[in-house]
């Protein structure tokens, strides 16, 4: 048990420094190459923080563990949403820009319906997967084709981090390969690790997906919100939660449904998906300036999510201990 453990903190913490560290060779590898630093930003802000939620689900649908593949996308969500929105509005009262509701967020609640009615015969299939993939592959055309126009500031630096980069060839294909065999070997790690931890105390493992895995595999989000609000980024720390909440819940659970059809019990869409569904509507009213008020998350708003995340979290506990 205590090796298990171990594990998943083990797995962890190589699996965040990983995938910093691959993302990075890799957009340094693209720029050498000759990509537009338009795609290269691209590339660093959808898939740099989701890469640890992707790998973990990737590897638990190949070992068969469902729950921890859909516990790990729906769970970080919620996270994201809940924890990591209210710890930053904590540390700075988030304001948002009117395009972030016009366009990200209506999209991200579509997106969670589509969730809802894939969910609602307790299989994400194949055919569903492949649906989920179709549409994130049209979402990223159209985020290019938005940004060919109008960059947004989040990728200039991205930019400007991989033009000014010392870094050369050699070392950015040495951190890319190292990178993604690390991220391989601490996903297996973390998921034999959750697993045995799951199988320990006699709870099902998408309840170690949605907590423990999920929050671990958030960290990159949590880490790039509190650094943007502190810099007075707040467009970067909302933008890079929903971009997050796209990412995981079509390519992360459009990844793990293709290798493996994902079967769930009623829980996940009465309990699980019903939390992720609210608070995402709940973006809607927390970004929504009234009256004339410029848009922004308060510091009271921040305490209301907490409160929310550790609300559903407690009474995950009670489940497990019921």
């Given amino acids: 048990m205590s090796v298990a453990i171990i594990g998943i903190i083990v797995g962890l913490v190589f699996l965040v420094w990983s995938a910093g560290r691959f993302v990075e060779g890799a957009a340094i590898a693209a720029r050498h190459f000759g990509m537009s630093p338009l795609l290269i930003g691209m590339l660093v802000v959808g898939f740099g923080t989701s890469a640890p939620e992707m790998l973990v689900s990737v590897v638990a649908a190949f070992q068969g563990n469902p729950g921890i593949a859909l516990g790990n996308a729906y769970g970080s969500n919620i996270t994201n949403i809940a924890l990591i929105l209210g710890v930053t509005a904590l540390i700075s009262p988030i304001a948002v820009n009117s395009a972030i509701l016009r366009k990200e967020l209506p999209i991200l609640a579509v997106v969670t319906a589509l969730s809802v009615a894939l969910l609602w015969d307790g299989l994400i299939s194949r055919l569903d997967a492949g649906l989920l993939l179709l549409v994130f592959g049209v979402i990223i055309i159209w985020s290019i084709r938005q940004s060919t126009q109008s960059p947004d500031t989040l990728e200039q630096d991205v930019v400007q981090h991989v033009d000014g980069s010392a870094m050369s060839l050699r070392q950015a294909t040495f951190w890319l390969v190292t990178g993604l065999l690390l991220l391989i070997v601490s996903s297996r790690v973390l998921v034999w690790g959750a697993v045995e931890v799951a199988q320990h105390f006699g709870v099902s493992d998408i309840i170690i997906g949605l907590t423990v895995v999920a929050v671990g595999t958030s960290l990159p989000e949590l880490a790039s919100s509190v650094a943007a609000a502190r810099k007075g980024e707040h467009d970067?720390?909302?933008?890079?939660?929903?971009g997050s909440n796209l990412f995981n819940t079509l390519a992360v659970v459009g990844l793990a449904g293709i290798i493996e059809p994902l079967a769930v019990s009623g829980d996940v869409l009465s309990r699980d998906l019903l939390v992720m569904s609210v608070l995402t509507v709940s973006l809607f009213v927390l970004c929504y300036g009234?009256?004339?008020?410029?848009?922004?998350?308060?510091?009271?708003?921040?305490?209301?999510?907490?409160?929310?995340?550790?609300?559903?979290?407690?009474?995950?506990?009670?489940?497990?201990?019921?």
């Fill in 236 to 242: 970067i720390a909302v933008g890079n939660i929903i």
């Fill in 290 to 322: 009234f009256k004339g008020m410029p848009a922004r998350i308060t510091r009271p708003e921040g305490v209301v999510l907490l409160a929310a995340y550790f609300s559903y979290s407690g009474y995950l506990l009670f489940t497990v201990l019921g």
